[in-house]
């Protein structure tokens, strides 16, 4: 069997037990019998079994091309016959023998035409006019003189009764194996109806992972929906689509722009305005009645006409429908949907136009979903920057002052210090008074020394909040200007000095820098002072504030390999192996930590890690240790090892 019988094993099944079927519908019919199909026009049954089912006549005419095209136009002629009437017809052949077309019909649809006959008429009038025809084709395809006439009077002859019974007979058995074709096709249908409700459930599924996470720009935003655009129009069968949307929010005259198309060119529509103002929507409210609707009043997914054939000029002529579906936009905005159908170059077309209507709208609820969560990003974008604008305002404003506070009582701190040198009992004083003032003096001391480690401790929180409104308002890192550090240790030293203050005042010994471990870094990092600075304060501030009393605070370095490493350890709370990634989190804080120091913001240590990675390195923590004076935490800043000098900008 070839290719073309796919339709006809598609709706009726098995060949052979069809051949079968018809042996036995035919097993006293003394005529010759085939089925031709509708649509490759081909017979069922192969050339080899010709013998079984031509008459020696018709084998011989179709012996000559001529012959065989005139039997199979015959034959073609009187199938469409039969498929209009709708029932057998008994007919003279092209060649002057009797006929029957018996038509095998499923929901109207001709699948195959039987045809049983090849017998001479009995009537007088029909014989001899046969005879003639048979003659005349003689002539004409070149056979010997009564070659093909001689066949031709030696075909059966049969009674009209005889001929009824046998075609009553095989009527009953199409008519039977064309209900069950019916039954076949309805399964298909529904199976293919389910089919194509899966590949809508599963494409609507993927767009809608694709569309729940999408916020950023509107250029990404169309460019996606575009591509969801095109995945709807192959699923459902349409030619293309477009998504349409007012042209601004306070838009009042309805002007409407092309935003993302599927299958259409976007360059075809970029600059133009459209009004939907005037166009008709036509709703079928009951069989055989259609009612008209303004666009200004349509609220469901419709089937649209009349001058919405603007949009797409070119392919008016071609569609059969066009398909408009409402897009909600919030703010009792909205956008418009269409989808460009034609019947012929639906692949699907397994589905009611009425049921892909329910599919296009939740598609339309699922791109206004990604609307609305896209002008939610960029609203809150623009609320960010209105945001960073105040904190860049307010920082700069806290800085000043601090930093005149911080020269100020560093001067009076500096000053207490000489007093401290002079010598009152030369001048005579009592030891009593020696005593008192110097009494005076060491709470005056520590008093500006509160003072100069709060403003450092204000003036490093406005940095680190400086620093936050810097880099999420950064699309890309901007390198920072290095210098080579000469002296390690010193630089160290100077950060550390900021906190000894603070240090003796909470109960701790001291801050203390490993100056020989530090002076392996000599001339071997480049850092920006600054930010380096901001970045081990941050460091050293968490040490101090989770320390216990009692304990040193201990700055060293070490080279490993490529990598410069400086160890900020202390003594205090416990860190756990599990919060060892979540501490440099924003905002993330133990448990522990915000017991001990309730007031914590959270950010040092994330804008610590921000500032070492912007130098190219890491910033590490290890879990704690147990010692005899409590948990031993060791952070890790991991630089890069200079070898050759630091550029301007790396």
């Known amino acids: 069997m070839s290719d073309g019988l796919s339709r006809f094993e598609e709706l009726i099944g098995d060949v052979e037990a069809f051949r079968l079927m018809l042996d036995g519908a035919f097993k006293e019919w003394m005529g010759a019998y085939n089925v031709l199909l509708a649509d490759t026009g081909e017979y069922l049954f192969p050339k080899a079994k010709e013998q079984e089912y031509f008459q020696p006549f018709c084998r011989m005419l179709r012996s000559e091309e001529e012959g065989e095209r005139l039997c199979r136009e015959s034959n073609r002629n009187a199938a469409l016959r039969a498929a209009q009437e709708g029932e057998p017809i008994a007919y003279p052949c092209h060649a002057g023998l009797i006929d029957v077309a018996i038509p095998i019909l499923i929901d109207g649809e001709l699948i195959a035409t039987v045809f049983c006959g090849q017998i001479r008429p009995k009537e007088e009038n029909l014989e001899k006019e046969g005879l003639k025809k048979a003659q005349q084709l003689e002539r004409e395809l070149g056979f010997k003189a009564g070659e093909l006439v001689s066949l031709w009077k030696r075909a059966p002859q049969i009674s009209e009764d005889e001929l009824n019974n046998t075609k009553d007979k095989v009527w009953k058995l199409i008519s039977y194996i064309s209900k069950l074709g019916h039954e076949r096709l309805e399964l298909q249908k529904a199976h293919q109806k389910d089919r194509q409700r899966l590949e809508e459930s599963e494409a609507l599924e993927r767009i809608a992972r694709e569309l729940s996470g999408l916020a950023g720009e509107w250029d990404e935003f169309w460019s996606k929906v575009g591509l969801v655009l095109e995945q709807m129009t192959e699923v459902i069968g349409a030619s293309c689509a477009m998504i349409l949307i007012p042209r601004s929010a306070t838009d009042t005259r309805g002007k409407l722009v092309v935003k993302a198309v599927a299958q259409l060119p976007i360059a075809d529509f970029e600059g133009k305005l459209y009004s939907l103002g005037d166009a008709i929507l036509c709703k079928v409210v009951e069989e055989g009645k259609i009612e008209t609707v303004p666009f200004r009043e349509y609220r469901d997914p419709d089937t649209i006409c009349g001058s919405i054939t603007q ?48 599919t296009l709208v939740h598609l339309a609820s699922l791109i ?42 560093e001067d009076a701190r500096m000053r207490l210090l000489r007093w401290e040198q002079w010598d009152l009992r030369a001048a005579g004083w009592t030891e009593y008074k020696v005593q008192r003032w110097k009494d005076e003096l060491q709470r005056w001391k520590h008093s500006f020394e509160s003072i100069v480690w709060s403003s450092h401790y204000a003036a490093r929180l406005a940095n680190n909040l400086a620093w936050v409104v810097y880099i999420d308002g950064q699309k890309e890192k901007e390198e920072p200007d290095l210098d080579l550090v000469e002296d390690v240790g010193g630089l160290l030293i100077k950060c550390a000095r900021d906190f000894q203050g603070i240090a003796r005042e909470r109960g701790l010994r001291k801050v203390e820098v490993n100056t020989q471990s530090v002076a392996r870094l000599n001339g071997r990092l480049c850092v920006n002072d600054d930010l380096f600075r901001q970045a081990v304060g941050n460091l050293l501030d968490n040490a101090v504030k989770y320390s216990n009393r009692g304990t040193d605070i201990l700055i060293e370095g070490e080279i490993v390999g490529e990598w410069a490493q400086i160890r900020v350890t202390n003594e205090g709370i416990r860190l756990y192996s599990r919060e060892v990634e979540r501490i440099f989190e924003e905002g993330h804080r133990g448990k522990e930590a915000r017991r001990r120091h309730p007031a914590g913001t959270g950010i040092g240590l994330t804008v610590a890690r921000q500032i070492i990675e912007l130098h190219g390195g890491k910033l590490t923590v290890q879990p704690s240790k147990r010692t005899r004076r409590g948990w031993q935490t060791t952070f890790v800043i991991s630089l890069p090892i200079s070898t050759e000098g630091c550029q301007e900008e790396i």
């Open 311 to 358: 949009f797409v000029p070119s392919l008016a002529a071609e569609l059969d429908e066009v398909v408009l579906v409402r897009v909600g936009l919030g703010d009792e905005q909205a956008g418009i949907l269409l989808f460009f159908l034609n019947k012929e170059r639906d692949v699907s077309g397994s589905l009611p136009i009425q049921e892909e209507k329910g």
């Open 368 to 409: 206004g979903a990604a609307y609305h969560n896209c002008w939610l990003y960029q609203e809150r974008q623009r609320e960010l920057i209105l945001r960073r604008g105040w904190l860049r305002r307010v920082t700069h404003q806290l800085l000043a002052p601090l930093h005149g506070i911080q020269g100020y009582a």
